[in-house]
Nanobody, 121 residues
Framework: VQLQAYGGGLVQAGGSLRLSCAAS????????MGWFRQTPGKERDFVAC????????DYADSVKGRFTISRDSAKDTVYLQMNSLKPEDTAVYYC???????????????WGRGTQVTVSS
């Protein structure tokens, strides 16, 4: 499975961005898809995940009510809609795929290149 995340950029606090994660090589429709983020010198943090069929979704407390994860099975793409962005959301965002539900990055098997999100105050 190859994953490619895109959609990052520079936005002012309070603004919105939508990240996309496109899969190729093998369908991710049976995988749990997650978004993680990382800042320099820190561990990769869980942001959100969505199980196959979108029957269960989980968010980190820090993004609940502001971020929305979704998936389009026909396009084999996962999205992260980020609203009301804060400077502390600044990070490199990664999408990942796992065979089971996890919120720790080490449990994910497939990773895409990250996309930088910068929120200015």
């Amino acid at each position: 499975v190859q994953l490619q995340a895109y959609g990052g950029g520079l936005v002012q606090a309070g603004g919105s961005l939508r990240l996309s994660c496109a899969a190729s090589g093998r369908t991710t429709n049976t995988y749990v898809m997650g978004w993680f983020r990382q800042t320099p010198g820190k561990e990769r943090d869980f942001v959100a995940c969505i199980v196959r069929g979108a029957t269960y979704i989980d968010y980190a407390d820090s993004v609940k009510g502001r971020f929305t994860i979704s998936r389009d099975s026909a396009k084999d793409t996962v999205y992260l809609q980020m609203n009301s962005l804060k400077p502390e959301d600044t990070a490199v965002y990664y999408c990942a795929a796992s065979k089971a539900y996890y919120t720790t990055w080490r449990q994910y098997d497939h990773w895409g290149r990250g996309t930088q999100v910068t929120v200015s105050s």
